[in-house]
């Protein structure tokens, strides 16, 4: 089984920057992505990764503002976000996949691991 821990939530202003991190250890898998949940919504796909080739994925709302990456050797996934708006205030999950494909880690399903989540507050 896949272990995740997230970090690098926290408290920001309309347009900062902040950057998460997931590191993974345990089993291996062939992707990783981002989630975000506000209360009393759905979790909402943000991003996603394969790990061998690095291909990513972004739901439209994050698109241009956010960069998801990855280190192989550190075995630990990031997402960089840029020009954060109170909309983007949620709890952020990590998660790993055991599929290698990107259009398939759009959804929640396809994942086998979760993060205990990171909260993200975006002030105004």
């Known amino acids: 089984q896949v272990q995740l821990v997230e970090s690098g939530g926290g408290l920001v202003q309309v347009g900062g920057s902040l950057r998460l991190s997931c590191a993974a250890s345990?089993?291996?898998?062939?992707?990783m992505g981002w989630f975000r949940q506000v209360p009393g919504k759905e979790r909402e796909f943000v991003a996603a990764?394969?790990?061998?080739?690095?291909?990513?994925l972004y739901a439209g709302s994050v698109k241009g503002r956010f960069t998801i990456s990855r280190d192989n050797v550190k075995n630990t996934m990031y997402l960089q976000m840029n020009s954060l708006n109170p909309e983007d205030t949620a709890v952020y999950y990590c998660?790993?996949?055991?599929?290698?494909?990107?259009?398939?880690?759009?959804?929640?399903?396809?994942?086998?691991?979760w993060g205990q989540g990171t909260q993200v507050t975006v002030s105004s």
């Open positions: 998660a790993a996949s055991r599929y290698g494909i990107s259009t398939i880690l759009r959804a929640g399903s396809s994942y086998d691991a």
């Open positions: 345990g089993r291996t898998f062939n992707g």
């Open positions: 990764i394969t790990w061998r080739g690095g291909s990513t």
